[in-house]
Nanobody, 117 residues
């Protein structure tokens, strides 16, 4: 599966931003679609996952109630809607896919999200 992320940018603290991931190359049935992020000097961290078939989602605690992951089966896309953004959310955001949640086998290129204070 090939993944293409888009939609990053610069936003002020408290604002909102949506990043998207377009998937191609195979059916996503039985896959988990994930979003990770990596801030400068820090390890890449998992933030959200969605089961492509059921739509079930789960999040890391730091983004729960602020971020929403969703998928569009017809378009083969996965979005991450981010609200109440904080400077600590500044990172490169990566979409990923795999048959196990939080353990992807395919990665997209990152998209930069910068939150100014």
């Amino acid at each position: 599966v090939q993944l293409q992320a888009s939609g990053g940018g610069l936003v002020q603290a408290g604002g909102s931003l949506r990043v998207s991931c377009a998937a191609s190359g195979r059916s996503l049935s039985s896959y988990f679609m994930d979003w990770f992020r990596q801030a400068p000097g820090l390890a890449r961290e998992f933030i959200a996952s969605i089961n492509w078939d059921s739509g079930n989602t789960f999040y890391t605690d730091s983004v729960k109630d602020r971020f929403t992951i969703s998928r569009d089966n017809a378009k083969n896309t996965v979005d991450l809607q981010m609200t109440s953004l904080k400077p600590d959310d500044t990172a490169v955001y990566y979409c990923a896919a795999g048959v196990s949640p939080t353990a992807p086998s395919a990665w997209g290129q990152g998209t930069q999200v910068t939150v100014s204070s």
